[in-house]
């Protein structure tokens, strides 16, 4: 169960949004939402965040309990569709928008005390083995970022809550958010498609550390970006907050989405060459010569089609590798003005990001796990990019053996057609010759007073024609019985006689 019986603790929501969609080849933009301003809080309208998103944020009443998390939540959601609804004067095409615009949600917990591990948060989930999955057990040691401040000795602390299952332990699958009508937030598993919303959910806690005011109203200062004794903002940019959820939020948004297409891909591409690879050993190479021309190029067309599907993954895989690294390096830098900008509150940020400049990703105990957060997520795509061209190349050779197969099959039905030929020329002359030829004395003085002689003389010809022609009949009938005893104890054996008489060998095409 959700545990919130601390002293004093509040909960806020960040929402996430795209200022625009593509729909139908269309551009879809968000509609005119209020007067930007220059107050770096997130207002009833929200603020713009980059180019071409937007952030809301929406506290809930100190003193509300944890376990309602849920109603406020969609309330808090409605609340901002309403806001769209009136801008639009459609409330249908408000709800729509606000589906599809919306890229996650983060429930911050804004606690007083010095941990933040007596909180959790359970979510219902559908679509998977498990009914409830909770949000909970931060690692103290692992804290996306801490405050100090100079003349108190305390130290505030923000962390990430675990996905975690009813039995304590790692739910290392991604989910998406679903706010649907009349229902409470519940995760969902996601859609592979590059429409589909796939809302990421973060929980987080921010720790304070002390509840002493003027400590806390320090720190909220510096949450905030703003100078106490001047009211002013300390810059025009997104404070830390805001940064930093804004942030999370893209990049686990991009991340799960091309992970699970990347997954998919993997799987498939997995199953389908041990099946394929199974498929042509089975029999010594003897159940794809026994599949109908057909099967067979159905089967590479299938080849084909999974090759494609890869190929565009890894591009995609491609493109998020940018994108998170960008999202990266950005936040780096913003965070480093943020610490330089903090310095006016005698405050200090412990970011371990010494300069700010283009992120190395380089491993060390100092690394902050704010940004360790986006390494992670490189280094699981990465491996999915490796992997997955590999398995491409293990396709691209099941594929190369199944054009062999079939252009092995195109010559052998050409062979046949002229065995074929053959065998009606020589039965046509045959009988052309008993029936108008009169041999009395061949060139050589021998004399042919029987037909039957001459019969036997084109049925040697015929010989190694009709061989060829048994052979691939009793291969052909083998077929029928392949997989069964008959095929084994019969048909194996009999083969292995054929390909051992070499004498056959010689009347066949080099």
Not at 213 to 242: D, F
Not at 348 to 369: M, N, T, Y
Request: proline content about 3%.
């Amino acid at each position: 169960m959700n545990v919130s019986q601390h002293a004093q603790f509040e909960y806020v929501f960040y929402f996430l949004f795209r200022t625009y969609l593509w729909q139908d080849n269309r551009r879809w933009d968000e509609p005119p939402l209020g007067l930007e301003t220059n107050k770096r809080h997130v207002l009833q309208h929200g603020i713009r965040f980059g180019e071409d998103k937007r952030l809301f944020r929406r506290n809930v009443d100190e003193g509300e309990p944890l376990e309602n998390w849920a109603e406020h939540l969609t309330q808090k959601w409605q609340q901002i569709c309403q806001v769209y609804a009136e801008a639009w004067g459609n409330q249908k095409q408000a709800q729509q928008y606000c589906q599809q615009a919306l890229l996650g949600v983060a429930l911050l917990i804004l606690d007083q005390g010095d941990s933040v591990e007596h909180h959790s948060v359970n979510v219902q989930v559908t679509g998977e083995d498990i009914s409830t999955l909770q949000f909970a057990q931060p690692i103290e040691s692992e804290a996306l970022f801490r405050v100090n401040i100079d003349g108190f000795n305390q130290t505030a602390s923000c962390h990430r809550f675990r996905a975690i299952t009813s039995e304590t332990r790692p739910f290392l699958k991604n989910l998406q958010l679903r706010l649907d009508n009349n229902t409470l937030p519940y995760l969902a598993p996601l859609q592979d498609s590059e429409s589909a919303a796939n809302a990421a959910l973060l929980v987080c806690a921010f720790s304070f550390g002390s509840n002493v005011p003027e400590w806390t109203s320090s720190i909220r200062n510096v949450l905030i970006g703003r100078n106490s004794s001047t009211g002013r903002v300390l810059s025009k940019q997104p404070p830390l907050l805001s940064t930093v959820f804004a942030r999370l939020i893209m990049g686990q948004w991009q991340f799960m989405r091309i992970e699970f297409a990347a997954q998919n891909v993997r799987f498939r591409l997995q199953d389908r060459n041990a099946y394929y690879a199974n498929y042509a050993h089975q029999g010594n190479e003897a159940r794809p010569h026994c599949a109908r021309t057909r099967l067979l190029e159905k089967q590479l067309q299938e080849m084909h089609s999974l090759d494609t599907q890869a190929r565009f993954v890894i591009s995609r895989i491609q493109g998020a590798l940018q994108t998170i690294e960008i999202n990266g390096d950005n936040l780096a830098k913003r965070l480093e003005q943020i610490r330089q900008e903090v310095q006016q509150l005698n405050a200090q940020l412990q970011f371990h990001l010494g300069e700010a400049q283009k992120v190395r990703w380089q491993s060390s105990d100092d690394e902050i796990p704010i940004l360790a957060v986006f390494k992670l997520s490189l280094i699981k795509l990465q491996d999915h990019q490796v992997y997955i061209a590999q398995q491409l190349k293990y396709l691209e050779a099941l594929r190369d053996k199944w054009r062999l197969y079939l252009e092995k099959r195109k010559t052998q039905l050409g062979e046949y057609l002229n065995t074929l030929g053959t065998v009606l020329i020589f039965l046509l002359a045959g009988t052309t010759g008993m029936v108008t030829l009169n041999v009395n004395k061949g060139l050589l003085g021998l004399t042919f007073e029987n037909p039957y002689i001459y019969l036997g003389l084109i049925a040697l010809v015929l010989t190694p024609i009709l061989w060829r022609i048994t052979a691939w009949t009793a291969k052909r009938f083998c077929c029928i019985f392949y997989g069964t005893w008959l095929s084994r104890l019969f048909c194996n054996p009999i083969a292995k006689w054929v390909e051992s008489v070499e004498f056959f060998n010689w009347f066949k095409k080099p």
